[in-house]
């Protein structure tokens, strides 16, 4: 297993100490000049290192209690963190969609069960059938709530993450799918464009006929499609969609290339960095060492260097910390994506 032992830990509080120590120096070396403009930024949170945008997905948080998106805000503001991929959730619930009275813990038991082949009791089958009405019925009351909801809630959150300096880059609505209508695309799009982000991300499809729809209503709406991908990523995977819309993108996942086994990954980075919108970050390990997905630096993903080729490249888009390992005892998501956040400032110096 690859190490990066280089990567040492960081103090975020001294860093955030030096920044507030700079902005002061700056407030008296210009006396009242660009007063206001200085007073505005001060205390917020930079996590753009060396013209290299560090973000997260607000997915990394889905385990704290809170998940409106106030809560979410303080997640990442107490991280540090200054740009975002914001889930759909706490934006839509925000927005006053209506909630799933579906308990999801039930569903993933049922879920589990299919996937492994087992076949459900009489009182299971009950159970679950009762539980796929249930969803098909929320699934209606969002359908027709997506058709009609106004934008306005959308823009608020907007000046809410701006005004406490945060800026959302990409939104993951649930959609973009086969079975959303044309309808709720389009919301989709508009409630990114509200939002004010470049692009939206969604699991690649594996479908050309969706890819295609997708790319051409993207266009319309000047907004990028940017297709996520697990252990199903190749350095080809992408080329079908790219080819059919230049609003088709890529959103990379580095961590996952890797333990899919692809070789030479930073490759893919540099051939392929036109397309690429924004790129989640982890750290997982090669087939041969398990797929394990480990706390960062302790993994085979090159993660260091992708981050070094994307400062000494001058690459625009955005690496998303996605918290995926799992959180040691006695800490907790915010902690450590800190954890995270400060493996990249150490990287980039």
Same mark, same amino acid.
């Given at each position: 297993?690859?190490?990066?032992?280089?990567?040492?830990?960081?103090?975020?509080?001294?860093?955030?100490?030096?920044?507030?120590?700079?902005?002061?120096?700056?407030?008296?070396?210009?006396?009242?000049?660009?007063?206001?403009?200085?007073?505005?930024?001060?205390? *917020? /949170? &930079?996590?753009?290192?060396?013209?290299?945008?560090?973000?997260? +997905? @607000? !997915?990394?948080? =889905?385990?704290?209690?809170?998940?409106?998106?106030?809560?979410t805000l303080k997640y990442v503001l107490d991280c540090g963190i200054s740009a975002i991929e914001l889930m759909g959730d706490p934006a839509e619930r925000f927005a006053g969609c209506p909630s799933n009275p579906v308990p999801m813990s039930s569903m993933g038991k049922f879920w589990r069960k299919r996937r492994d082949g087992e076949k459900l009791t009489e009182d299971e089958q009950k159970e679950w059938d009762?539980?796929?009405?249930?969803?098909?019925?929320?699934?209606?009351?969002?359908?027709?709530?997506?058709?009609?909801?106004?934008?306005?809630?959308?823009?608020?959150?907007?000046?809410?993450?701006?005004?406490?300096?945060?800026?959302?880059?990409?939104? *993951? /609505? &649930?959609?973009?799918?086969?079975?959303?209508?044309?309808?709720? +695309? @389009? !919301?989709?799009? =508009?409630?990114?464009?509200?939002?004010?982000?470049?692009?939206?991300?969604?699991?690649?499809?594996?479908?050309?006929?969706?890819?295609?729809?997708?790319?051409?209503?993207?266009?319309?709406?000047?907004?990028?499609?940017?297709?996520?991908?697990?252990?199903?990523?190749?350095?080809?995977?992408?080329?079908?969609?790219?080819?059919?819309?230049?609003?088709?993108?890529?959103?990379?996942?580095?961590?996952?290339?890797?333990?899919?086994?692809?070789?030479?990954?930073?490759?893919?980075?540099?051939?392929?960095?036109?397309?690429?919108?924004?790129?989640?970050?982890?750290?997982?390990?090669?087939?041969?060492?398990?797929?394990?997905?480990?706390?960062?630096?302790?993994?085979?993903?090159?993660?260091?260097?992708?981050?070094?080729?994307?400062?000494?490249?001058? !690459?625009?888009?955005?690496?998303?910390?996605?918290?995926?390992?799992?959180?040691?005892?006695?800490?907790?998501?915010?902690?450590?994506?800190?954890?995270?956040?400060?493996?990249?400032?150490?990287?980039?110096?």
């Amino acid at each position: 297993m690859r190490k990066n032992s280089n990567i040492s830990s960081a103090s975020r509080r001294q860093f955030l100490r030096n920044s507030s120590g700079l902005v002061g120096g700056l407030v008296l070396g210009n006396s009242m000049i660009g007063m206001p403009a200085i007073i505005k930024s001060f205390n *917020k /949170p &930079n996590s753009l290192i060396n013209g290299v945008q560090i973000g997260t +997905i @607000t !997915y990394s948080f =889905r385990d704290l209690p809170d998940q409106s998106a106030e809560a979410t805000l303080k997640y990442v503001l107490d991280c540090g963190i200054s740009a975002i991929e914001l889930m759909g959730d706490p934006a839509e619930r925000f927005a006053g969609c209506p909630s799933n009275p579906v308990p999801m813990s039930s569903m993933g038991k049922f879920w589990r069960k299919r996937r492994d082949g087992e076949k459900l009791t009489e009182d299971e089958q009950k159970e679950w059938d009762d539980l796929q009405a249930q969803m098909k019925a929320h699934n209606l009351a969002v359908q027709n709530w997506r058709a009609q909801v106004s934008m306005d809630k959308f823009e608020q959150i907007r000046k809410m993450y701006n005004d406490a300096g945060v800026s959302i880059y990409a939104f *993951k /609505p &649930n959609a973009f799918g086969k079975n959303n209508t044309d309808a709720e +695309i @389009t !919301y989709g799009l =508009r409630a990114a464009k509200a939002l004010g982000a470049s692009h939206v991300t969604l699991e690649h499809p594996n479908d050309d006929a969706q890819t295609l729809k997708l790319g051409q209503m993207g266009k319309k709406h000047k907004i990028f499609i940017a297709y996520h991908g697990h252990e199903q990523q190749t350095p080809t995977l992408w080329d079908t969609a790219l080819a059919q819309s230049d609003y088709n993108a890529m959103n990379l996942d580095f961590g996952h290339f890797v333990a899919a086994g692809n070789a030479d990954p930073l490759k893919t980075v540099s051939d392929k960095h036109d397309h690429i919108r924004s790129m989640h970050l982890k750290d997982r390990q090669t087939p041969e060492h398990g797929k394990g997905n480990l706390p960062w630096g302790t993994g085979d993903t090159p993660l260091a260097e992708v981050l070094q080729l994307m400062r000494d490249q001058k !690459y625009k888009f955005p690496g998303t910390i996605e918290l995926e390992y799992q959180v040691p005892e006695g800490s907790d998501p915010v902690t450590e994506v800190s954890k995270c956040l400060e493996f990249c400032s150490k990287a980039l110096v």
